[in-house]
């Protein structure tokens, strides 16, 4: 990761905190992981790429400081609600109570209508928004006793393009954010703040290699208002700000980092 520019914003109140990032080893996902742990949280991924975990957390625990620790990566496969509440519990041990969770992972793999078969809705689903439920559900308590927390969901501005080809994704994505203001409701009695991240087209290294094509470079270009590349680093610091204290009065909230495309 290139230096934090000194001209970004730091957040002092997210020093120490347990912060839990879901599918985290790569894309959007590792910028999330970079940058929460340059604000000195304790940050903790889960992923199935064992292999580029263990190297994000190499690479960012190399040549610590005394007193601050490596991102802890765990192999969790989050269709499996009970492998996640365990990979929770782990943290919660290692790291203390998780009050941060940023719900990030999800596949948004390409399937026509006619090819989608009741278990590939169901494992569709599962990948794209059920893990993002069970995830908080199992952070709650945590939160409670800690007087507050933020959850922030994944969320995309595809469905709201009237996008095609991948309509279980479209789906899940569109209810993320329903699920983000039910979430908000119940739980703001509590401290808990409940958000939506909603990004656009992110020039992640997989969009490039299987998505993006000349037809995609100018539907950017005609879609986004600002001319320019949309990065991970983009989302990473609108999360910062979501988890910080500096947006205590926010939640129920949908925060599009997209360019100006919708």
Same mark, same amino acid.
Request: glycine share 10%.
């Given at each position: 990761?290139?230096?934090?520019?000194?001209?970004?914003?730091?957040?002092?109140?997210?020093?120490?905190?347990?912060?839990?990032?879901?599918?985290?080893?790569?894309?959007?996902?590792?910028?999330?992981?970079?940058?929460?742990?340059?604000?000195? *949280?304790?940050? /903790?991924?889960? $992923?199935?790429?064992?292999? =580029? +975990?263990?190297?994000?957390?190499?690479? !960012? &625990?190399?040549?610590?400081?005394?007193?601050?620790?490596?991102?802890?990566?765990?192999?969790?496969?989050?269709?499996?609600?009970?492998?996640?509440?365990?990979?929770?519990?782990?943290?919660?041990?290692?790291?203390?109570?998780?009050?941060?969770?940023?719900?990030?992972?999800?596949?948004?793999?390409?399937?026509?209508?006619?090819?989608?078969?009741?278990?590939?809705?169901?494992?569709?689903?599962?990948?794209?928004?059920?893990?993002?439920?069970? *995830?908080?559900? /199992?952070?709650? $308590?945590?939160?409670?006793? =800690? +007087?507050?927390?933020?959850?922030?969901? !994944? &969320?995309?501005?595809?469905?709201?393009?009237?996008?095609?080809?991948?309509?279980?994704?479209?789906?899940?994505?569109?209810?993320?954010?329903?699920?983000?203001?039910?979430?908000?409701?119940?739980?703001?009695?509590?401290?808990?703040?409940?958000?939506?991240?909603?990004?656009?087209?992110?020039?992640?290294?997989?969009?490039?290699?299987?998505?993006?094509?000349?037809?995609?470079?100018?539907?950017?270009?005609?879609?986004?208002?600002?001319?320019?590349?949309?990065?991970?680093?983009?989302?990473?610091?609108?999360?910062?700000?979501?988890?910080?204290?500096?947006?205590?009065?926010?939640?129920?909230?949908?925060?599009?980092?997209?360019?100006?495309?919708?």
């Amino acid at each position: 990761m290139a230096p934090i520019s000194k001209s970004l914003a730091s957040y002092p109140s997210l020093e120490g905190k347990t912060v839990l990032i879901t599918g985290g080893a790569t894309g959007i996902g590792e910028a999330f992981v970079e940058h929460f742990f340059d604000q000195n *949280a304790k940050v /903790a991924l889960f $992923d199935i790429d064992t292999n =580029a +975990g263990e190297a994000l957390a190499d690479r !960012l &625990g190399a040549n610590l400081p005394p007193g601050k620790s490596r991102p802890m990566f765990l192999n969790v496969d989050l269709t499996d609600i009970d492998a996640l509440r365990k990979g929770i519990e782990d943290v919660r041990a290692a790291l203390g109570a998780i009050t941060v969770l940023v719900n990030n992972a999800a596949n948004d793999k390409r399937h026509a209508i006619e090819d989608v078969t009741p278990e590939s809705y169901d494992a569709g689903i599962a990948v794209n928004i059920r893990h993002q439920f069970f *995830a908080a559900q /199992a952070v709650i $308590d945590d939160m409670k006793r =800690a +007087g507050g927390g933020s959850i922030i969901n !994944l &969320g995309s501005i595809s469905w709201m393009l009237k996008q095609g080809n991948f309509p279980v994704y479209t789906t899940s994505k569109s209810a993320v954010q329903g699920m983000t203001r039910g979430l908000a409701r119940d739980l703001g009695k509590f401290g808990i703040r409940v958000n939506t991240l909603v990004p656009g087209w992110v020039m992640t290294e997989k969009q490039k290699r299987l998505w993006l094509d000349d037809a995609g470079r100018e539907a950017i270009k005609q879609g986004q208002c600002i001319d320019a590349e949309l990065m991970p680093a983009h989302l990473a610091r609108a999360a910062l700000f979501l988890a910080s204290d500096d947006s205590s009065m926010i939640t129920a909230q949908d925060m599009i980092v997209d360019g100006g495309w919708v």
